[in-house]
């Protein structure tokens, strides 16, 4: 239903409806407000706003349809059906897909921005504007993806964190470190894998100095081992049967008891790459043969963590 109400600037209107985000504007005269109101009210009901008369799903209904039909065959179908999952305790979720306008979507960034990082935000729009472009190209409903529309938040700023000589010998030979968390930090030390590939190791991967890596983020890969990586694969428990999530929780708790601070596991990758630039001596284009990166850049801005007592060493 519509209701007026005074505002300094004239007379405010909210029209709201069951399923439906609120609608407001602010007319001069009380008399405006309130026809705009039972005008705007009328439209949404009969919908004659410009849309076709056709019942239009929830977002609930096509996320799960989401889940069921397409993201299952993704590799990262369980990172992106918890991110759905996410969306679905949001009350707009309850509303037809059209009536998610780019003022939903964009109160939803605003709120999540004020919790986690701009890179995280991005990556729950992203699953959104999938869907949206789903429901038209899949399934044939005249909708407008609201995410194309709205400003992205900038993107976090690359890591920089480098583990100490102390931090590492804590983590690797503390009494608190069990022996497969022991075995995951040193191969990820040694080797620069991330920790989904590490998790997927198998004995028969491992050939002569090389380890085959056939489900990574980009493409399959094969990259060159040191003789401790070529030891410490040999020497894993294989296959590991941890989750990722119990790494990450694993890893917090051990740097909470060795009063290590703002570390995550991701960490020891970038220390590793970095390692084989400044101190292997590796070349971008080496490097990206281990890391799995295709774009140099991404290596160079995010890994190349090279100090100011670096390069004060090569100049002197």
């Known amino acids: 239903m519509a209701s007026v109400i005074k505002r300094k600037n004239g007379w405010q209107c909210e029209v709201r409806i069951k399923g439906h985000p609120r609608i407001t504007k602010t007319l001069k005269h009380f008399a405006d407000a309130k ?4 005008e705007t009210e009328l439209k949404i009901r009969r919908e004659e706003a410009g849309i076709l008369k056709l019942k239009f799903p929830k977002f609930a209904e096509v996320a ?19 991110t759905i999952l996410s969306l679905l305790r ?33 990556r729950r729009l992203d699953v959104i504007s999938t869907i949206f472009t789903s429901c038209k190209k899949e399934w044939g409903y005249p909708v407008n993806n609201p995410v194309l529309s709205i400003r992205r938040p900038k993107k976090s700023e690359p890591r920089n ?61 094969t990259i060159p081992l040191t003789k401790k990586g070529v030891e410490l694969i040999k ?55 281990i890391s799995g990166h295709s774009d140099p850049r991404m290596l160079l801005r995010t890994y190349n963590n090279i100090k100011v007592e670096d390069i004060s060493k090569k100049l002197n």
């Open 35 to 38: 026809r705009w109101g039972l």
């Open 64 to 82: 799960h349809k989401y889940i069921n039909e397409i993201s299952i065959s993704k590799r990262s179908f369980k990172d992106e059906r918890y």
């Open 90 to 122: 949001e009350p707009w979720s309850e509303y037809p897909i059209n009536r998610i306008t780019v003022t939903v979507v964009g109160s939803y960034r605003d709120k999540q921005l004020k919790t986690v990082s701009g890179s995280t935000v991005n």
């Open 161 to 221: 964190r480098r583990f100490t000589e102390d931090e590492l010998h804590k983590l690797i030979n503390g009494n608190r470190t069990d022996e497969v968390m022991r075995s995951l930090i040193q191969i990820a030390l040694e080797t620069g894998m991330r920790k989904s590939e590490i998790l997927r190791i198998r004995p028969e991967y491992l050939k002569n100095k090389t380890l085959f890596i056939p489900i990574a983020k980009t493409k399959p890969r």
């Open 235 to 289: 020497g894993a428990p294989l296959p590991f049967v941890v989750t990722p999530d119990y790494v990450n929780k694993k890893f917090a708790k051990l740097c909470e008891h060795y009063k290590i601070k703002d570390a995550h596991f991701h960490d020891i990758r970038h220390q590793s790459l970095s390692n084989f630039m400044i101190q292997n001596k590796l070349s971008v284009g080496e490097t990206m043969v």
